[in-house]
T-cell receptor, first 115, second 111 residues
Framework: DTAVSQTPKYLVTQMGNDKSIKCEQNLGHDTMYWYKQDSKKFLKIMFSYNNKELIINETVPNRFSPKSPDKAHLNLHINSLELGDSAVYFC??????????????FGPGTRLTVL | KQEVTQIPAALSVPEGENLVLNCSFTDSAIYNLQWFRQDPGKGLTSLLL?????REQTSGRLNASLDKSSGRSTLYIAASQPGDSATYLC??????????FGKGNQVVVIP
């Protein structure tokens, strides 16, 4: 039923580990995003894919690597986790129409805690 | 720099009062503006989307206006209810497909 889903919902791990977060959307959208919401609740875009092609890559450490196996999935892999990576990560999707990217729909978020 | 500011950061109102939430943005070359609601520990729920060519959008008790030239949007919530308690986020989409978010208006409606 859920339009944009993410797994896991919670992720607690040790510093230095490698982890992945998965995102799937069943809305038929062609564009997907990853956002990070820090402890001050500020949301900032990290990556965006359109039809499996990377179109936005903000200033994010290269320890973060997005992968889009198909239009409905966008995964986020994080290497060598650091304390500062602790945050809530949101996946979102939208449909590009006539070159414009419309309403974005968000997943429930993944709360990552690095110890 | 494309900055989005939301004022006030937090407010409390008694049930039944109208809510007025303000969003301002520095770069007026926007494609559209979207208002979201976020409940504690939850994701974002889209409330209203206003295209750059539109002046307002309405959905039930919610009305959002857009004044591109002055870089402002206002979200009105009529006859507030305790269930309206949440954080409301304004997000502005620019031509590079980036969605720039404000830090939110945290609303508490007191029964």
């Amino acid at each position: 039923d859920t339009a944009v889903s993410q797994t896991p919902k919670y992720l607690v791990t040790q510093m230095g580990n490698d982890k992945s977060i998965k995102c799937e959307q069943n809305l038929g959208h062609d564009t997907m995003y990853w956002y990070k919401q820090d402890s001050k609740k500020f949301l900032k875009i990290m990556f965006s894919y359109n039809n499996k092609e990377l179109i936005i890559n903000e200033t994010v450490p290269n320890r973060f690597s997005p992968k889009s196996p198909d239009k409905a999935h966008l995964n986020l892999h994080i290497n060598s986790l650091e304390l500062g990576d602790s945050a809530v990560y949101f996946c979102a999707s939208s449909q590009a129409i006539a070159g414009a990217y419309n309403e974005q729909f968000f997943g429930p978020g993944t709360r990552l805690t690095v110890l | 720099k494309q900055e989005v500011t939301q004022i006030p950061a937090a407010l409390s109102v008694p049930e039944g009062e109208n809510l007025v939430l303000n969003c301002s943005f520095t770069d007026s070359a926007i494609y559209n503006l979207q208002w979201f609601r976020q409940d504690p520990g939850k994701g974002l729920t889209s409330l209203l989307l206003i295209q750059s060519s539109q002046r307002e959008q309405t959905s039930g008790r919610l009305n959002a206006s857009l004044d591109k030239s002055s870089g402002r949007s206002t979200l009105y919530i009529a006859a507030s209810q305790p269930g309206d308690s949440a954080t409301y986020l304004c997000a502005v989409r620019y031509g590079n497909n980036r969605l720039a978010f404000g830090k939110g208006n945290q609303v508490v409606v007191i029964p």
